[in-house]
């Protein structure tokens, strides 16, 4: 629970745009506190992982997963006790009938609300999900019973959950295995809610763009996103560095003002800036399925940010983000996110052997911890 809660502190776990979530967080944590305990290999994690990944997708494709997280659900922890509990049934070995008995439990213990983003509460959700997940392969295994049908039947996961669910899509999804590898995975460049991350790159652009007179002196922004796109963004006027995360107002502000979106920018005192709360306040944010400018086709999301100062106007418009898996980051960029990471925690790590370790996992013949944290 710690390290699921953990993963997801600061908002830069990975993302999955299937799953409109974090796929990862709530798979590793469960399934590498098992592996340890009872000394699995990590190829054995790595397959488990996929397995996890795979139904998560499934769930995300039959739910359907958009209004199911606009119903207010965090499909991040909602469908993750689920592919978790499936990952930890591979990884253990369970038969089949005390994995679909593991899989019932799990949905008794679905819960989260995106109403806490922008709190502790929000990373919190993929904590109790590993907890769950593991609590109920373990309680399978033992011998514990649901019921074993419970995902489709009147009552139960589906029928709660889902808005005009079709398990046939469900199906379909699980005959096509490595789903990561069809749908991709991305990675954060910004520690910060990924529907902020379009508008953060048109910022730190324009702030590279707009003289530095301008930047000081701007009369008006408007930001436009594809319809939608500002529903995961539900705090308008932040005063807290978590509710940054979750801002797009916030995340512009800071990126034309600062010329980058750090580990830093999402303190209680960066957002807190007199600069800042004046900027954020001259934000106007829009919807349309046409973008203002360019081509009016875009690829599931589209940021066109304008800034206005100094008699001038100025437009950026970004479709796809950096560390997208469509325009991926570089392994130096990736390394670099974990090193700045570990320094931020001010953890007393070897940031460069614990990555060194990390990356060796999926050949280690028997997970029994990590040797570079004390």
């Known amino acids: 629970m710690l390290n699921g809660g953990a993963g997801h502190a600061l908002d830069y776990d990975d993302v999955s745009d299937t799953l409109y ?55 991040t922890a909602s469908i993750g006790v689920l592919s978790a509990t499936a990952a930890l049934c591979r990884l253990m070995g369970l038969p089949v009938d005390r994995t679909r008995n593991a899989l019932g439990i799990a949905a008794s213990n679905v819960g989260s609300s995106r109403q806490n983003f922008g709190t502790m ?40 959950f889902g808005v005009d669910s079709d398990l046939r899509r469900l199906h379909e999804s699980l005959d096509a295995p490595f789903a990561v590898l069809r749908d991709g995975l991305s990675f954060k460049k ?45 705090h308008r006027r932040p005063t807290t560095g978590l509710q940054g995360k979750f801002s797009i107002e916030y995340v512009i502000a800071a990126g034309l003002l600062d010329g980058e979106v750090t580990l830093m920018s999402f303190v209680d005192e960066a957002v807190r800036r ?24 875009w690829d599931f999301a589209y940021s066109v940010l304008e800034v206005k100062a100094g008699g001038n106007v100025y437009r950026e418009r970004v479709d796809i983000p ?15 996110k974990f090193l700045r990471a570990v320094q931020y925690a001010r953890a007393p790590w070897d940031a460069k052997a614990l990555l060194d370790e ?7 013949a028997k997970l029994d911890g990590f040797a570079h944290i004390t």
């Open 190 to 234: 910004f520690p910060c809610c990924y529907n902020t991350h379009r508008s953060a790159d048109a910022a730190i652009a324009l702030s590279r763009t707009v003289p530095a007179g301008d930047i000081r002196k701007i009369d008006a922004i408007t930001v436009t996103l594809q319809p939608t796109g500002v529903d995961p963004l539900i």
């Open 121 to 160: 509460t929000k990373p919190l959700h993929p904590g109790m999900s590993s907890f769950s997940a593991i609590l109920a392969a373990r309680l399978a295994e033992a011998g514990f019973t649901a019921d074993p049908d419970q995902w489709e039947k009147p009552l139960g996961y589906f029928a709660t």
């Open 322 to 336: 950096r560390g997208d898996c469509r325009m991926p980051l570089t392994d130096d960029e990736l390394d670099l």
């Open 274 to 297: 007199p600069q800042i709360q004046a900027l954020i306040r001259k934000v106007e944010v829009r919807e349309s399925p046409t973008p203002p400018i360019g081509k009016p086709e």
């Open 21 to 75: 979530g974090h796929p990862t967080v709530t798979l590793i944590p469960p399934l590498l506190a098992m592996a340890e305990s009872r000394g699995l290999s990590g190829r054995a994690l790595v397959e488990a992982y996929s397995v996890g990944f795979d139904v998560a997708v499934a769930i995300a494709h039959a739910l359907p997963v958009r209004p199911h997280f606009d119903r207010g659900w965090h499909a």
């Open 358 to 364: 990390v990356m060796a996992l999926p050949s280690r």
